[in-house]
């Protein structure tokens, strides 16, 4: 793709002889923000130290801006790092923490400063200038983090869990400030998150990954509305996820017929999928549980358990009361494996 700035081909990571990315390909467009998702021990933060040419690749090649930099030094890559742990010198300021790259750079002390005060300030940390690392809060440290990575002007900000320090109420305030410091600067983003709603709610992409290989990758939307396999409907939330074999479905506790039949591994319903209250099945609920805008009920049915919900409003059953129910194919979502 000639228009990305991040090309990966054929990318094959081991550490020794063991084999974690066995042939990743991936191309991310220039300002995009794209986050790498996956459960733990899936590759990302290896995808991720190739990028940064802190690990060389077993094979593969690496572009930046057309350019083969897959020999190339890590400090020569035009990269940023943001990880998890912050890695503030404790011992400087919030000013001299974000100078302390232009300064090995060489530059003028004025050019320092201008950059510096506005690297504080994309950040919203231009008042705590000449605080040192351990008098701000986390959510402070974190953009000063961030700060110190943006002023080196990278053509890449590589991110890894860079939220996963930060309590619920930061993590929220902390995304919103990552998407408008990416818009305003228009620097290209990879975010590693093990986090779909983080992942949903920051990516213009998403790759899922699984075992070192892409499972899927699309926008926010196609991977929550459009998963293909069974790991990414996992992934995204389908809770009601059954093998379809013939014209049964298949559960962990048993099978149910049903009247259709599809050519699809399994069928999946999200909660708010399933029928409640009519339908060819009876279950008995064995639990019922007010989630604010909807009601969720489990049930149990001859496939096992499964999880339906409906509006608040309809506040229809009870523990204990067998109930009709329907997995309706219309609303399922065929899967491959
Ligand atoms: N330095 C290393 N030497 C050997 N194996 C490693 C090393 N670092 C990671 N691994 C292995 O490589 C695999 C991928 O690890 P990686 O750190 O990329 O996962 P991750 O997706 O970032 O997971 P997490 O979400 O837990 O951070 C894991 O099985 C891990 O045990
Ligand atoms: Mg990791």
């Known amino acids: 793709m000639s228009n990305s700035i991040l090309s990966l081909k054929k990318l094959n990571l081991a550490y020794n002889k063991t ?21 733990s021990g899936c590759g990302k933060t290896t995808t991720m130290r190739a990028i940064a040419g802190l690990m060389a690749p077993h ?3 690496i572009h930046i801006d057309g350019k083969d930099v897959t020999r190339m030094p890590a400090n020569k890559r035009g990269i940023g790092l943001v990880f998890q742990s912050y890695a503030l010198f404790p011992h400087l300021n919030a000013f001299e923490n974000v100078a302390f790259g232009l300064r090995l750079k060489k530059l003028a002390e004025t050019e320092i400063k201008s950059k510096v005060e506005h690297g504080l300030q994309t950040v919203g940390l231009a008042h705590l200038a000449t605080r ?26 590589l991110l890894d869990e860079p939220l996963s320090n930060l309590d ?11 998407q408008r410091v990416q818009r305003e600067t228009g620097v290209t983003m990879v975010f590693v998150t093990h986090d779909q709603s983080e992942a949903l709610a920051l990516a213009d992409r998403i790759v899922l990954m699984k075992d070192g290989l892409i499972e899927q990758i699309g926008t926010p939307s196609e991977l929550y509305n459009r998963p293909r ?14 093998k379809i074999s013939g014209n049964a479905l298949v ?44 009601i969720e009920y489990v049930l149990e049915t001859l496939l096992g358990q499964i999880t339906a919900s409906s509006p608040a409003a309809e506040r229809k059953f009870k523990v204990g009361e067998t109930i009709k129910f329907d997995l309706p194919l219309a609303s399922g979502f065929a899967l491959y494996p």
């Open 168 to 178: 619920a109420r930061l993590r929220l305030d902390m995304r919103t400030e990552l």
């Open 251 to 294: 559960g962990d506790a048993g099978s149910l017929q049903v009247s259709y039949q599809v050519d699809a591994e399994y069928l999946a319903w999200r909660p708010s999928a399933v029928t409640v209250g009519n339908g060819s099945y009876n279950g008995k609920i064995v639990g019922v549980a007010f989630a604010g805008e909807h």
């Open 19 to 39: 084999v974690v990315v066995p042939d990743l390909d991936l191309d991310v467009r220039e300002g995009e923000l794209i986050a790498l998702l996956g459960p």
């Open 59 to 61: 094979s593969g090649t």
């Open 132 to 157: 040192k690392p351990a008098e701000m809060s986390g959510g402070q440290q974190q953009r000063l983090s961030l700060a110190r990575s943006l002023v080196m002007e990278p053509k890449i900000l």
């Open 229 to 242: 396999t069974k790991f990414a409907a996992d992934f995204f939330g389908f809770e009601n996820i059954f």
